[in-house]
């Protein structure tokens, strides 16, 4: 049990375009999930909380305008990384929180490259 | 967030022998600690966590330590195997919800 899933898995697009990413929780439902990122060889940095029916929490010097989040329902939140530009390339981690515990479960990761 | 100090960054251990790896953490607020185990390209997993009421938990091959007192926890695995060649990652929950700090990470390599 307590499996998420991301789609897709890896994605290349040019500079300018815009890239939405799916996290899932496929086996539970999940009021909280988290969106990190992750550069080679670095630990993972806290982009956002998403709360399911609210404004996701950015962390400070994440621009929200550039990382819009969506947590539409118990089970899904998207990430969309607007007007992607060469920097922002990198390995996105989602994870969701069982309802009424704290441990986090996460997906397999979204590989962004952009060119 | 707060600060979780991880050591050794790598590790290099032969298969059989033990693996240990410390975490500190500054939050005193922090009761939830998880240790994740990372393979390359992959998303992190969770291999034991423990909380703050307890100051010792086992499953099989890993243990994890817990000294709240001193702020530091820390991962044992035992009979390592080269299958448990990976990233592993240590965090500790943050005051505000439930989000988690991590440390930097420790690259275990365990060599045949």
């Known amino acids: 049990g307590a499996v998420v899933s991301q789609h897709p898995s890896r994605v290349i697009c040019k500079s300018g375009t815009s890239v939405k990413i799916e996290c899932r929780s496929l086996?539970?439902?999940?009021?909280?999930m988290f969106w990190y990122r992750q550069f080679p060889k670095q630990s993972l940095m806290l982009m956002a909380t998403s709360n399911e029916g609210s404004k996701a929490t950015y962390e400070q010097g994440v621009e929200k305008d550039k990382f819009l989040i969506n947590h539409a329902s118990l089970t899904l939140s998207t990430l969309t990384v607007a007007s992607a530009h060469p920097e922002d390339s990198s390995f996105y981690i989602c994870?969701?929180?069982?309802?009424?515990?704290?441990?986090?479960?996460f997906g397999p990761g979204t590989r962004l490259l952009v060119l | 967030g707060e600060n979780v100090e991880q050591h050794p960054s790598t590790l290099s251990v032969q298969e059989g022998d033990s693996a240990v790896i410390k975490c500190t953490y500054s939050d005193s607020a922090s009761n939830y600690f998880p240790w994740y185990k990372q393979e390359l390209g992959k998303g992190p997993q969770l291999i034991i966590d423990i909380r703050s009421n307890v100051g010792e938990k086992k499953d099989q091959r890993i243990a994890v330590t817990l000294n709240k007192t001193a702020k530091h926890f820390s991962l044992h695995i035992t009979e390592t195997q080269p299958e448990d060649s990976a990233v592993y990652f240590c965090?500790?929950?943050?005051?505000?919800?439930?989000?988690?700090?991590f440390g930097k990470g420790t690259s275990l390599l365990v060599t045949p």
């Open positions: 965090a500790a929950s943050s005051s505000s919800g439930y989000a988690l700090n």
């Open positions: 994870s969701a929180l069982l309802a009424g515990q704290e441990t986090q479960y």
């Open positions: 086996d539970f439902q999940a009021t909280t």
